[in-house]
């Protein structure tokens, strides 16, 4: 038989995995994606993830691809027979075949994050898995001002964990959009890519310039020293979803 | 020291629990609220609930009663301090004393609870733990035509889980609203009070009206038989919020 190549369009409810990528004896996204396809081709298959999210990071529209010439199911019926086999956290959405060259990651020419943030006296129990919950109010101009000074190409090193070893820091974030108006406050980041823990940082200093404990300049600082120790502390998990995958 | 009578207003995701009510040895919201209850009074506290939702029902208002003498935290205080010791899927919203007399169950004199119901292709991860999934689309207008049958003084009994043993089953119905301008579609049920199984044997019976498996009139004709066996199933608990309880 020959060898296609898939991509498939994922959603799931980060909290209860240990991230998306495979780790022997945690439960992860991965590896309950390769388990349900294992069953279905009756050989292992292993596949690659858009975005490697970590513990308790959500995906409206993870995208990964993987090659096989062992799976009989029709592609139409393929999010079906998959999602039988998987828990209810994951969902396939949409499975298409995709040209020999096409790869989940190295593909990958943008992506959407989503911050969602929760401002209340007291927790919301239905948004204590998607939401991270601040209990003082935040000043949001100061915030919009703040990512303001984010959009364009620039060197994220001071964004990015410490330790983390890319070959290149820099980035091009295309927009940074704020919406206040539900119930739930959003920051929405679209870039050609984004360095580990990057979204988390902005996220925790941009908290910290809506507290008012630090300038919207200041922002500023932590790209031109390239100096994660200038930033603010990375934002919980909880509230993180990665939104879209966009390919060429 | 003279002793005060209280009253919480409740949110809970009722998912992890088996309901509202103490079980010998199950993971209850009664049993969470009154450990954490005597954990602050030092001394055992025993609570009265509104209504007693059932294993996987959520409240947003819930409320709850009880007497004591023993708890010595301000009353602006008490939510912040109860809050601390309950799990993230409990958290009490507001506290306030109230008169003597007043009983969480037999002061109240309305309840309205909320159905919710997600449509689509693919069951949505994010709602899986607050809205009943239905693959197929329902007919929305069918459903507002049968609802509108139920308002009014009737005796439930049809809608009431078999075996139930209460003094009378009639019930003043006063709205049932249909919202489904959202992406989570709501059915909202207003009266003075609900048999057991009532809202979620009513919302059963309205899916098969949307899905064209029994006719409108068919809604009333369980009614006027007061026979549940020509109702439709139980719709499942997850759908199910209590939103709030009315006293006089």
Do not use: C
Not at 44 to 56: F, L, N, V
Not at 105 to 112: C, D, E, F, L, N
Not at 191 to 202: E, H, P, S, T
């Amino acid at each position: 038989m020959v060898v296609l190549n898939y991509r498939l369009t994922v959603q799931y409810d980060g909290t209860d995995f240990a991230g998306f990528q495979v780790q022997p004896g945690q439960y992860t996204i991965q590896g309950e994606l390769e388990r349900a396809l294992a069953v279905l081709a009756k050989e292992p298959i292993r596949i690659i993830g858009a975005g490697r999210t970590d513990a308790g990071v959500h995906a409206e529209g993870q995208v990964v691809s993987f090659k096989t010439d062992a799976l009989t199911v029709p592609i139409d019926r393929l999010p079906i027979a998959v999602n039988s086999l998987l828990p209810f956290s994951i969902r396939v959405l949409e499975a298409q075949y995709v040209p020999p060259d096409f790869h989940a990651r190295y593909s990958a020419v943008r992506k959407t994050y989503r911050y969602q943030v929760f401002h209340g006296p007291v927790a919301d129990v239905f948004l204590r898995r998607f939401a991270h919950w601040v209990r003082e109010p935040l000043d949001w101009d100061l915030m919009r001002d703040a990512v303001q000074q984010l959009i364009g190409r620039h060197d994220f090193q001071g964004y990015a964990a410490t330790g983390s070893s890319v070959k290149t820091t820099v980035r091009t974030m295309y927009a940074i959009e704020i919406d206040t108006a539900q119930r739930v406050k959003t920051i929405r980041f679209t870039a050609d890519g984004f360095l580990y823990n990057m979204v988390r940082n902005i996220v925790g200093t941009l908290i910290e310039v809506g507290q008012k404990r630090r300038t919207v300049e200041s922002v500023l600082e932590v790209l031109e020293n390239r100096n994660r120790a200038l930033a603010g502390p990375t934002a919980p998990p909880v509230g993180l979803v990665l939104e879209t995958v966009d390919y060429a």
